[in-house]
T-cell receptor
Framework: AQSVSQHNHHVILSEAASLELGCNYSYGGTVNLFWYVQYPGQHLQLLLKYFSGDPLVKGIKGFEAEFIKSKFSFNLRKPSVQWSDTAEYFCAVNAAGTYKYIFGTGTRLKVLA | GAVVSQHPSWVICKSGTSVKIECRSLDFQATTMFWYRQFPKQSLMLMATSNEGSKATYEQGVEKDKFLINHASLTLSTLTVTSAHPEDSSFYIC?????????????FGPGTRLTVL
């Protein structure tokens, strides 16, 4: 069965610090990968997605993620976080050709001003 | 484009009553919609896949008779929580897949917070 692990449950950073959130999945076939952000009191927003091609994916708000197939990972990065990045971040995976998403447990990021 | 709405955004009901939540794709057609449940400080758990014109597919452990899903049109799916109890209190989120594309991306609604007293 597919599963998604986000190892960092809570992360606290100061503004301008660099961010890396881990995401690992278990599935042997071709996958599509997503990172979503949920700001307090708001709905899920897509940060970036990977379907195929360049494994380094750039998303909105300065975020990027790198798909490393050999490590089954899709870590999210941002060189310099801002206070407004305080939110919960979810990694999601689906097996290509299926519509079912499997979400990770989420990482709650707090950025101190 | 690709906007999904949910109604209501929040609802409070008494134990034993039924509550209907609507999910609409506003600017695209969705033959497939999905219903998730999110407990406080937890991730989204897929409850069921809603297919236009046919029966929904429920995930293991989700009671079909408890959570009734109807996908009567290409832009609307409804989730009815029947005989609601306090343990059904949760954040319910729907998503929809654009039928025009072959991509697997889902677009998420803003969610409905259900509180059962």
């Amino acid at each position: 069965a597919q599963s998604v692990s986000q190892h960092n449950h809570h992360v606290i950073l100061s503004e301008a610090a660099s961010l890396e959130l881990g995401c690992n999945y278990s599935y042997g076939g071709t996958v599509n990968l997503f990172w979503y952000v949920q700001y307090p009191g708001q709905h899920l927003q897509l940060l970036l997605k990977y379907f195929s091609g360049d494994p380094l994916v750039k998303g909105i708000k300065g975020f990027e993620a790198e798909f490393i197939k050999s490590k089954f990972s899709f870590n999210l990065r941002k060189p310099s976080v801002q206070w407004s990045d305080t939110a919960e971040y979810f990694c999601a995976v689906n097996a290509a050709g299926t519509y079912k998403y499997i979400f990770g447990t989420g990482t709650r990021l707090k950025v101190l001003a | 484009g690709a906007v999904v709405s949910q109604h209501p955004s929040w609802v409070i009901c008494k134990s034993g009553t039924s509550v209907k939540i609507e999910c609409r794709s506003l600017d695209f057609q969705a033959t497939t919609m999905f219903w998730y449940r999110q407990f406080p400080k937890q991730s989204l758990m897929l409850m069921a896949t809603s297919n236009e014109g046919s029966k929904a597919t429920y995930e293991q452990g989700v009671e079909k008779d408890k959570f009734l899903i109807n996908h009567a049109s290409l832009t609307l799916s409804t989730l009815t929580v029947t005989s609601a109890h306090p343990e059904d209190s949760s954040f319910y989120i729907c998503s929809a897949r654009d039928s025009r594309t072959t991509e697997d991306e889902q677009f998420f609604g803003p969610g409905t917070r259900l509180t059962v007293l």
